[in-house]
């Protein structure tokens, strides 16, 4: 059964310094979620229960529609109505992220990024043929520039995405760089025909109708998700999606939450951690982060409670 509980929201990234995309106190930030939930589907355990950053809910809804038992966790309370509204049925609606997409892909057609090409793009198949035409076509100078305006170190503060897009470009690197490097990667390696995340990057279309899930499987909880972790009996779950929680927190919060996560965890249960940088730079995680279809991760680690990694 759904739920909606009020526990004190401490340190969430959402109300972390730095991370601020959405001014206004309460809003809707994400309309989808940019993570590969086959990653979860594939690596978290069936049995027990599972815990998610609520976001969007994609994930949490694919989870629970395969039968898991899932609490989804949001400090921002749209959020947990967002996926509330999901969850009955409610078609996807654009948060602020959304918005700022549909901006930027505005601009693009204003560049020659014509809305036909993009469509044909998005139906091609073969990585290799989609690595040729997105170099000859799409990735020239003035997508460049426009990507540099939109995520160079000035676009970036201003949007209030800093936090977590200084994992991703550090010093001496710059997140429009790292973007490109990204999608070449992906395009690369997924064929653009089963790929619903570049048809939404590229084209805006919304997600599809989120799963049937029966309500008994999906909690809905409004919390700090440390906070929340550290409120439950030891042991509770025994799988975890967490995001990219730790790109937009400082080292305090950072070693809370993993404390957490392994208290709250079982012996043996799998912790899935993203991140925008490049983790510790292990090649395992940068194999899990090319997989996802997402094409927006650095590092993606799947860690085991319980056991050395």
Known sequence: MTQLDAVPALGHPAQAPGWQPDRGAHRLIFGRMYEDSDVERTVLPRDGRILCVASAGDTALALAADG????AVDANPAQIGYVRERLRGAPARPGSTERLLHHARRVLAGVGWRRTDLA?????????EQLTRWRERFDNRR????LGAALGPAGVRAGGFGAFTKAASGPARRFDLVVRQRLERGLGRHPNRTNPYVR???LGEAPPPAPAVDPDRLDLVYADVAAYLESVPPGTFTGFSLSNVLDAVGPAYAARLRAAVHRAGRPGAVAIWRSFGPGDGRAAEQKWAARDRAMLWGSLRIERIGTAS
């Not at 898991?68 to 609490?71: D, E, K, L, P, S």
């Not at 997508?143 to 426009?146: D, E, P």
């Open 120 to 128: 044909a793009f998005c139906d091609l198949d073969d990585p290799a």
């Open 68 to 71: 898991r038992q899932v609490t």
């Open 143 to 146: 997508f460049r520039l426009v």
């Open 200 to 202: 939404g990057l590229l």
